[in-house]
């Protein structure tokens, strides 16, 4: 049975696909964000490597790194976003697309060992809101990766909205690892979960290493009443050090 927060998550992305392609077009500062974890991304992978994008919603991401050459599956929430992203790619890339999935990120079993070279998770993240469920994706990720593959994980920073915003501190909940917040998405309640990167750190830490810490926004171009300050963490792969499971 689908579990309820993933049912309404699923339908807010169907409801919000076409805006979730053009939100990493919309400004200049949201064009800095695509650049920035395009660079990061490209920076620690080379030609014909595999990428797994999950959670890749209508496929900007995808979309830029197949033009690049790169092999991509992509995982989504939402059928709508596939559709729309597998529609406009048409057939421009049916021999480096290796899947275009519905499904959930902590339901990846599908996905063979030893599949990628880097792996996205740009927005799930945002919506594990328990640790179990985020260190079932960080062990999915591990055993997905190869030896040395790097995980590219988006969070939301909990600073620094509770001291600008009151109503997110009459909104919350605390976490030992972070904290969960809610926002209204389409007509729909949804969780979100924000974490510093030290504690970002420490809950890969059983699987990955940590190895830099990306600022989407610097101090020029953050914005103080931005209420979903992001940044980026590049982890990389240690089972050959660590085989937990």
């Known amino acids: 049975m689908i579990e309820n927060h993933i049912r309404i998550l699923a339908e807010a992305y169907d409801a919000g696909a076409e805006e979730e392609y053009q939100r990493l077009a919309e400004s200049g500062r949201k064009l800095l964000e695509f650049e920035r974890v395009c ?7 080379k ?12 496929g900007r991401y995808a979309e830029y790194f197949l033009d690049k050459g790169y092999r991509l599956g992509c995982v989504d929430l939402s059928a709508r976003s596939l559709k729309l992203f597998s529609d406009r790619i048409s057939d421009r890339h049916n021999e480096k697309l290796i899947f275009n999935k519905v499904s959930c990120a902590t339901q990846l079993h599908w996905i063979d060992d030893d599949t ?27 055993r997905i990766l190869k030896p040395d593959g790097h995980l590219f994980v988006m969070y939301m920073s909990p600073h620094p909205v509770f001291s600008t915003e009151p109503w997110l501190q ?25 974490c510093t990167a030290v504690q970002a750190s420490e809950e890969a830490a059983p699987y990955f290493e940590s190895t830099q ?5 610097d101090s020029e171009t953050n914005n103080a009443n931005d209420s979903a300050p992001q940044y980026l963490m ?8 660590n085989q937990t499971s």
Do not use: W
């Open 39 to 45: 660079d990061a991304v490209e920076s620690r992978i």
């Open 47 to 58: 030609a014909d490597d595999v990428i797994v994008d999950i959670g890749s919603g209508p």
């Open 116 to 142: 990628a070279d880097a792996l996205l998770l740009m927005g799930p993240m945002y919506h594990l809101t328990t640790s179990e469920k985020r260190l079932k994706v960080l062990r999915q990720c591990q």
């Open 170 to 194: 009459n909104n919350m909940l605390q976490h030992p690892n972070g904290i969960v917040t809610y926002t209204s998405f389409k007509e729909r309640i949804v969780p979100q979960f924000r």
């Open 213 to 217: 810490r990306v600022e989407i926004f």
């Open 234 to 241: 590049i982890y990389k792969n240690s089972k050959r050090f």
